[in-house]
């Protein structure tokens, strides 16, 4: 950890008004109620397949989206529902997609690890580990080309620093000066391996910064404040042509990796320790203590309640999608015709 | 009209898309100041600046994941990869990504990207510089793919493929890169998906691809003087597949000979094999019959590699055997 910059708790946001606080706030709620259902449906048989919830993890995809512009990028994980949602997707479009209807996001083509919303600038959510770290790395390019100022940002997880994409990715981007952003949750399991077992550095991704000329950024992943200042800043970075920022963001997933794991590796302790720094009960705590009433609090609460409760009867009541599907979109002219 | 070798007619092509689109680009290892390592490239970089002909480091998925988000964005880039082989190290981004995003996205995003890469033998480098994977991307939905044999169809197949809003895997082959032909002058645009028709003959069809294709033609050429007429089919482009052609040969000739360069099993010709059984087993006169690279590893040693891939006197020998 030596020479590893700390950037964590309220003072590094200053400059967050009380209306983005609780726009903050909002989303880390909406996510948390969204995933809790996502969960409640999968025990319902209602999800089929796998999916990947960021309970615990909210933070890091409420505090970045905040910081960034309605036409920058985001490129997510197989983990991605948080970060499709931050974005602005719509969250019955979401929820279809997991039940694999015909109003999914992608009309029940992807399913929950391929949410895409380009309209909202979610350009993927990629299932492969490390795959989309030179795709992000291609839009921001793209961006550069075309002069746009647009950025890209890339979420991934702690296991995706020892795949060679990630590495691939990183040198290329800061040779090339790329505006990309690259995100790492670090939720301390690569899948159910502790991370630290494994990656021959204590942060699998800040103390792999240097190796690429950029500055090690480690930033409490629970507080989104701090998550947003520090994306705020590498955002305005990677803008100004000041090339890409890597990101190690500490956090810590309620669940387990994925549907089928109830993530019962872990130690007791660790996993009380970590229920502790919850990232929606500490900030809800933190915003009540700074002067923001209950009554504001809860009603976001409510809020977030019912729109995911909206969501998941328009998701339900979405028919499945026609199989005429399966042979749509393989190319741009719609069909999947490869002969004549 | 000019006389091009193969190898210009790669940078020529894409000197003529680059000059029409500035939206497209190419990178890839060694590609701008060292013009290729099969000199495919030379002057681009001279002619387009850095910025729009740029060399990558050593790493195959950054090259085709940067080419593959920009694409996705708005540019339409085109990335070598420098050997085939080489497809291996970042089959990922080409097959689970560059391939299948679109399909996954319910059709959100078109991924216009040109994968140009150095394929096939010839060149004595063995095993891992030297295999015929066309139909490694051929198995793979959401990819086309292109093999073209002669000059002018590199410069028109592509512009075809920069053009086309899908991506497009294309493969050059090492053994071609000395070939010379006249190119039409001015702008020259090919159609993916299209087979061409090079001999006419009423015996027997014979179907191959990329270095293959010469060497169909001469073993043609020794069939006449037999009183053997094959008809000679480039086929040209693997997907989309120019069935009518292929097929409509085999209905007139009765016979299908496939002259594949890659090893025998699931090669492309087999697919065409199975088509033509499907499709036209009541023309059928005779077996269909597929000459290929046995199933090893490409040998390095000249004459290993000879015995290897077909050659023109295997091709005639295979025919007149099947021909009884």
């Known amino acids: ?340 | 009209m000019a006389q091009l070798s193969y190898r210009e007619a790669v940078a020529a092509g894409i000197a003529q898309e680059m000059e029409r689109d500035p939206t497209v680009y190419l990178i890839g290892e060694d590609v701008g100041a060292a013009g290729g390592v099969f000199k495919a490239t030379v002057g681009l970089l001279e002619r387009f600046g850095p910025d729009r002909v740029r060399d990558t480091p050593i790493s195959e998925q950054a090259i085709i994941g940067a080419a593959m988000g920009a694409a996705m964005t708005g540019l339409r880039p085109i990335a070598e990869i420098m050997f085939s082989d080489f497809l291996a190290t970042c089959w990922d981004l080409v097959a689970n990504q560059v391939a299948k995003t679109r399909y996954m996205t319910g059709g959100q995003v078109s991924i216009p990207l040109v994968i140009r890469t150095a394929n096939g033998g010839g060149v004595r480098f063995g095993a891992q510089h030297s295999q015929s994977l066309e139909n490694w991307a051929m198995a793979v939905p959401g990819l086309k793919v292109v093999a073209p044999s002669t000059p002018a169809d590199v410069v028109g197949l592509l512009a075809a493929a920069v053009r086309d809003p899908d991506p497009v895997v294309f493969y050059e082959h090492k053994s071609l890169y000395a070939a010379k032909e006249e190119v039409p002058d001015g702008e020259h645009v090919d159609a993916l998906g299209t087979a061409r028709v090079l001999r006419q003959g009423d015996d027997l069809t014979i179907a191959a691809l990329a270095a293959m294709v010469p060497r169909a033609l001469d073993a043609a050429d020794r069939l006449a003087a037999h009183g053997v007429f094959a008809e000679v089919i480039d086929v040209r482009s693997l997907i989309p597949l120019d069935t009518r052609t292929i097929l409509g040969s085999v209905r007139k000739t009765g016979r299908l000979f496939t002259v594949e360069e890659n090893p025998r099993v699931l090669g492309w010709g087999a697919e065409v094999a199975s088509l033509a059984a499907e499709e036209c087993f009541d023309s059928l006169d005779g077996p269909i019959v597929r000459i290929t690279t046995p199933h090893v590893p490409l040998p390095a040693a000249d004459a290993l590699e000879d015995a290897a891939v077909p050659s023109v006197e295997r091709i005639v020998e295979t025919v007149v055997a099947g021909m009884g």
Not at chain 1, 80 to 90: F, N, Q, V, Y
Not at chain 1, 283 to 300: D, K, M, Q
Request: one cysteine or more; proline letters at 5%; charged letters at 20%.
């Open chain 1, 1 to 340: 950890m030596t020479d590893t910059t700390i950037h964590a708790g309220a003072a590094a946001a200053e400059g967050l008004d009380r209306d983005s606080r609780l726009a903050l706030y909002r989303l880390v709620a909406e996510i948390r109620t969204f995933e809790k259902r996502a969960y409640d449906l999968f025990l319902q048989s209602l999800v089929k397949g796998t999916s990947h919830l960021s309970l615990g993890q909210e933070a890091i995809a409420a505090g970045v989206a905040l910081a960034m512009r309605p036409d920058d990028y985001t490129f997510c994980t197989y983990r991605g529902h948080a970060h499709t949602l931050a974005r602005g997707a719509p969250m019955a479009a979401v929820m279809a997609e997991l039940l694999g209807r015909e109003g999914g996001l992608l009309a029940g083509k992807g399913g929950s690890m391929h949410l895409t919303s380009v309209e909202h600038g979610v350009m993927g959510s990629y299932a492969i580990v490390g795959a989309h770290l030179p795709i992000a790395a291609g839009a921001a390019w793209s961006a550069q080309v075309r002069g746009t100022g647009q950025v890209a940002v890339c979420f991934f997880g702690d296991g995706t620093t020892n795949i060679g994409a990630f590495h691939e990715a990183l040198n290329l981007a800061a040779v090339w000066k790329l505006p990309v952003v690259f995100v790492c949750e670090n939720n301390l399991y690569m899948e159910y391996t502790p991370i630290g077992a494994v990656t021959a550095v204590p942060n699998p991704a800040a103390d792999r910064a240097s190796a690429y000329g950029l500055e090690p950024i480690v930033v409490d992943g629970n507080d989104p404040e701090a998550v947003w200042a520090v994306a705020r800043a590498a955002i305005a970075r990677a803008r100004e042509g000041g090339g890409p920022s890597l990101i190690e963001a500490k956090t810590y997933r309620h669940g387990g990796h994925s549907r089928a794991d109830p993530g019962k590796y872990r130690p007791d302790e660790e996993v009380r320790e970590w229920m502790t720094r919850d990232p929606l009960t500490t900030y809800r705590a933190r915003l009540a203590a700074e002067g923001v009433e209950e009554s504001t609090l809860s009603g976001i609460d409510a809020d977030a309640l019912a729109k995911v409760d909206l969501a998941t009867a328009q998701a339900k009541d979405s028919p499945p999608p026609p199989v005429a599907l399966v042979e749509r979109d393989v190319w741009s002219d719609g069909s999947a015709t490869w002969r004549n």
